[in-house]
């Protein structure tokens, strides 16, 4: 875990987010906390790590999603060297939890 964010104020905006219990709630709750260039932002980057997930070029990547070489090269890096919360999420989304 990256201690530069580990702030209380970071706690407490994943204790927020943890509280919502469905799609709706979610898109409530990031309208109201993200830009819509965030959002689009955040939605891109997991894309782009699905994508990576399953073996696709950069190449294929950046025409479907639109994404810089430079993005898909960061999320590569978080995918191989991270802290695996892409993979938590996606075995989570994978078993249906």
């Known amino acids: ?5 580990k702030t209380e ?5 994943f204790e927020a987010i943890l509280t919502l219990e469905n799609k709706e709630e979610c898109y409530a709750f990031f309208e109201d906390l993200c830009t819509v260039n965030e ?3 955040l939605s891109q980057r997991f894309e782009v790590a699905a994508m990576l997930k399953k073996g696709k ?3 294929d990547i950046a025409e479907k999603t639109g994404a810089s070489t430079a993005t898909i090269s960061r999320v590569n890096r978080s995918l191989n060297y991270g802290n695996d919360g ?3 999420v996606f075995g989570r989304v994978k078993e249906g939890k």
């Open 1 to 5: 875990m990256n201690r530069k964010i």
């Open 9 to 13: 104020a970071v706690d407490h905006l």
């Open 39 to 41: 959002l689009l932002s």
């Open 57 to 59: 070029t950069y190449l």
């Open 86 to 88: 892409y993979e938590l």
